[in-house]
């Protein structure tokens, strides 16, 4: 059988791309399905199942009747793309946990015909952890059922008789897009596609390393096309004097899937002959923090002069601990002939060897458990690793030496086991002024959808940057007609300054790299990426390409807007306009800290979004799956994880916390006593975990990261203020969820618990500051340091006494000198919930608009990480991610207070409407509820207010006076009420 690789099938017409995301059997958000599973997890026939970066395509034809219904079943470890007929179904699975896998429950029958019909899938093995997923073994599941129009059943699910091969064209030794995230996505088209086989099967569908199988409990994620809005440049590009060399070095020291904690040792050395030409010239050995020797010594910002003939270049990692270290970038710069040699074997195809150091240092530790390690263990670790490092290093080896010494223990790389660095090449690129790029409209392309021909450029590297107008995320497509071996460069960025500096994302490689077969290439990418701005250079081009189509798919969580917010500030209204889109963004099968960089399910990060959520979308399955996979963190871990599911094993006692804020937040909007009752013994489990961790002050003290805020906070302690006012406020939560559900058996401890956490931070109360202090540091001393979170939070979570609450209050208007300010809009939701609840609702709005109206200035379409200039701007840009759902506050109290919207019991029954007027003359909009939109209007006129509201049938609306109302006469719904 041989059936060709077909990329095209990402070229559909739009009215199938937007219903795509609804074609999701609502059936699956059952957590328990009783499925009959006759399908078996497959892969190819391989020596290893747990290789990195490992692609193939398997391939089922059946003969069918005219169809009635059919549904399939269908999940892969790691990720999978479906086709059926050729047509483009769904990319999957969602997160989950390995003890609860998830598989996707797909209604296809519009994608079935009668006689013969074909089910291909991709399916791809990370091989290596993430911050999304857990990777156990390769493996591909799925099962289609079929009814006929006749009464006909058929049952057909993976085994040894679909057909499979691997998929060479995608290549398997590329680096990491991110430590977050999976592989970074090389597509060469010139490979040979392989034969297929039958394939192998693995497991029984219950049988394997994931279990407890369990449907998909949110929504399948949409696929629009989004079109690029304009030609920002055309560009000729010249390329750095470098040479690059990027290995997936932690995939050649492990035999099983490494993890992403900071804590696992990726050491080393990686050899290579420079052989200079006859005048010599000088190389500088870029090696991202690690030790360079040339011929046994070291120079000066590695910057090494050498004369003509061979010199060792021997690069030791010395920089053994980090995330970020799973693959080794080694850059070569010089304006020099160099030609690189491999020093064991000079006819071998790859110039390089890797050097393996002793296994026994090859330590692989959890970072909670590396924070929880005493002290004198952490330094026995330590300085194992370090003196094997100095014994390698201690006679650096030379090039005549080189192969007698490390022959037998070096290991030969070959030319595929290695990429070169298309993200350095991105980034050290530079553009040559008064050159013309030669292509002529390139806008046309956009406008009116006409090929654009692009001919080569004798300076450089041609480049292209679109805009797509405005923050977006999905996949990349595209069609052109091309010679072999060019090749095809994508990157996308956020944000271009004013000046035209364009701000890079760091080390995040947030792009890929298709390399073109001769003729018609047409491409549909695997990952979804996220950018404004996306630029496409072509190099190694010797003749014209005609591009013929270039746009994005969108694809998030298919949101339903049902709130709504403008007014007569316009400003405010945009406010509110660019939050809801950055929300959408960072809505994928969870709510995500940004579509960018991580696009990860930050615990903390989603209870602040799932809020804004329930204003804005009224979503309640993310937001229930979001707190499902925080909650199987505890099988795992003493405290929830701070991103699940996630190969980096570490806690941030806050997101802790705020989970179990979010689990009571979403009984508040659904009235779902049935979630709760799932919920509630993790819930406990957390609290009673923690109070297992407190000091003899009875304080909740732990050496985690004890993070809330990227402000300055005295909190590199294991005693920090913070996270037990946290804690009562999530004691204050599992309190109403056991009243709710009448657990009287935990009442009295939870509230014993908050009265000894309460007791204890009263104690640490200054007098003389009128304020909670940061910390208690480790040496026993009580921090001096003095914070607004500190301020807010007691008042937020009624931690204060009734005789404190006025100069706390007065702290918030006023902080004294000295005192450390918000540094986020993250934590900027907890001031604006302290102020809501004090009754600073006017200055709550101003603050909205200091915080925001310098995003406005910019020209955001999106809201961010950061204030302008804040703690995450560098190098002058205004900040590290531009698109940041976490900072979305603005939906949540514009409609609150502006609009009144003010939900007062569970499951959106009853509403409280009371607008406050802000120095607004109008202002309408609505909020989400989960029985329909609460919709609120009013104008001002004179010393008239008229107010309209509606709200779902069953859900009962009452006006409450506000002191902005004092003085007017108020109509609601038309009557008198002022």
Not at 291 to 320: C, D, I, M, S, W
Request: charged letters at 20%; aromatic letters at 12%; a negative charge.
């Amino acid at each position: 059988m041989h059936v060709h690789l077909n990329l095209s099938c990402g070229l559909l017409s739009l009215a199938f791309l937007v219903v795509a995301a609804v074609l999701w059997s609502e059936g699956a958000v059952g957590m328990n399905a009783d499925v009959e599973w006759r399908a078996s997890w497959i892969w190819k026939h391989q020596d290893s199942y747990t290789s990195y970066n490992d692609t193939i395509e398997a391939l089922k034809e059946v003969e069918l009747p005219r169809v009635a219904s059919a549904t399939l079943r269908i999940t892969a470890d790691t990720r999978y793309r479906l086709y059926i007929n050729e047509q483009w179904v769904n990319d999957g699975p969602s997160r989950s946990w390995p003890q609860r896998y998830q598989y996707d429950v797909i209604d296809v029958g519009g994608y079935l015909r009668p006689g013969v019909n074909s089910i291909r899938i991709i399916a791809k093995f990370f091989g290596i952890g993430t911050f999304h997923q857990i990777p156990q073994e390769a493996g591909l599941l799925a099962q289609l059922e079929f009814t006929g129009k006749e009464g006909e059943s058929i049952i057909l699910g993976t085994d040894e008789s679909w057909q499979v091969r691997t998929v060479p064209a995608w290549l398997a030794n590329t680096p990491k897009q991110s430590v977050q995230m999976g592989p970074f996505e090389i597509y060469d088209a010139r490979e040979p596609e392989t034969a297929f086989e039958n394939a192998q099967v693995r497991y029984a569908a219950e049988a394997g390393p994931w279990k407890a199988l369990e449907p998909r409990d949110c929504a399948l994620l949409t696929r629009i096309p989004f079109s690029f809005k304009a030609v920002t440049a055309a560009n000729v590009v010249k390329k750095p004097n470098a040479t690059t060399f990027v290995f997936p070095t932690s995939n050649w020291l492990y035999d099983d899937i490494v993890y992403s904690n900071h804590h696992v040792v990726t050491t080393g050395a990686y050899a290579t002959l420079l052989e200079m030409g006859e005048q010599g010239g000088e190389v500088v050995v870029d090696a991202d923090g690690q030790t360079a020797y040339v011929e046994g010594q070291r120079a000066e910002g590695n910057r090494f002069k050498l004369p003509a003939g061979r010199h060792l270049l021997f690069t030791v990692l010395t920089e053994y601990w980090g995330h970020w270290r799973n693959d080794t970038e080694i850059r070569l710069v010089s304006d020099d002939a160099v030609t690189f040699v491999n020093p064991l074997d000079e006819t071998a195809d790859g110039p390089w060897c890797f050097i393996p150091f002793s296994p026994e240092v090859l330590y692989r530790i959890a970072d909670y458990e590396w924070a929880l390690m005493p002290k004198e263990k952490q330094v026995e670790i330590e300085r194992h690793i370090r003196r094997t490092l100095e014994e390698q290093m201690k006679d650096a080896p030379m090039a005549e030496t080189f192969a007698a010494s490390f022959r037998g223990k070096a290991r030969l790389i070959g030319p595929r086991e290695s990429t070169e660095s298309p993200y350095y090449l991105f980034t050290r690129r530079e553009v040559i002024q008064g050159a013309p790029a030669p292509v002529e409209h390139p806008e046309t392309l956009l406008s009116g959808g006409q090929p654009i021909v692009v001919s080569p450029a004798a300076q450089g590297d041609v480049e292209l940057i679109f805009d797509l107008g405005e923050q977006n995320i999905g996949y990349y497509e595209f069609e052109l007609d091309a010679e072999a071996g060019l090749v095809v460069d994508l990157f996308g960025v956020e944000y271009i300054a004013p000046d035209g500096r364009v701000q890079f994302t760091d080390r995040y490689r947030n792009g890929m790299r298709y390399i073109c077969r001769e003729g018609e290439n047409r491409f549909l990418s695997l990952m979804r990426r996220s950018q404004r701005y996306l630029f496409v250079t072509l190099r190694n081009q010797t003749r014209p390409v005609t591009l013929k189509r270039l746009s994005l798919v969108e694809s998030t969580y298919p949101v339903n807007r049902q709130g709504e917010f403008t007014c007569s500030d316009e400003s405010l209204t945009r406010i509110w306009d660019i939050s809801a889109r950055t929300l959408k963004l960072c809505m994928e099968d969870v709510f995500t800290d940004c579509p960018l960089y991580e696009q990860t399910l930050w615990v903390g990060d989603s209870r602040n979004e799932a809020l804004f959520n329930y204003t804005a979308f009224g979503h309640a399955d993310i937001a229930q799956r979001c707190i499902r996979l925080a909650a199987l963190s505890l099988d795992n871990y003493p405290l929830v994880q701070c991103q699940v599911p996630s190969t980096w094993e570490t806690i941030i006692p806050v997101w802790g916390f705020l989970w179990n804020l979010m689990s009571w937040d979403v009984y508040e909007y659904t009235g779902d006593k049935a979630f709760l009752e799932w919920v509630y013994p993790y819930a406990v489990k957390n609290l009673r975990n923690a109070e297992s961790f407190a000091d003899e002050r009875g304080l909740f003290s732990v050496p985690f990261w004890n993070m809330f805020d990227w402000s300055g906070i005295d909190d590199g302690h294991r005693t920090v203020v913070h996270n037990n006012m946290f804690a009562i406020g999530a004691i204050d939560s599992v309190l109403k969820i056991a009243d709710v559900l009448q657990k009287e058996e935990d009442l009295e401890w939870l509230r014993s618990y908050r009265v000894r956490l309460a007791g204890a931070l009263n104690r640490l109360w200054r007098e003389d500051a009128g304020a909670y202090p940061d910390s208690v540091r480790d040496s026993g001393e009580v921090s001096t340091r003095l914070s607004i979170h500190n301020v807010f939070l007691p008042l937020l979570f009624d931690i204060a006494p009734e005789d404190r609450k006025p100069v706390l209050v007065e702290h918030l208007l006023n902080p004294p000198e000295g005192m450390t300010p918000i540094g986020s809009p993250f934590a900027i939701l907890y001031l604006f919930l302290a102020m809501d609840k004090v009754g600073l609702h006017d200055q709550l709005i101003e603050r909205i608009q200091q915080a925001y109206q310098p995003m406005l200035d910019l020209g955001a379409t999106t809201v961010w990480e950061t204030f302008a200039q804040g703690q995450g701007g560098t190098d002058g840009f205004p900040t590290r991610s531009h698109t940041h759902a976490w900072s979305s506050a603005p939906l949540y109290f514009l409609n609150r207070i502006v609009l009144g919207i003010r939900p007062e019991a569970p499951g959106g029954t009853a509403f409280a409407i009371s607008p406050r007027l802000c120095g607004l003359t109008w202002a309408k909009g609505a909020s989400a509820s989960i029985n329909g939109p609460v919709r609120v209007s009013w104008t001002r006129d004179g010393d008239s207010l008229n107010i309209s509201a509606e709200a779902p049938a069953g859900a009962r609306l009452r006006f409450e006076k506000n002191d902005s109302l004092d003085g007017l006469t108020v109509l609601f719904n038309g009557q008198a009420v002022l």
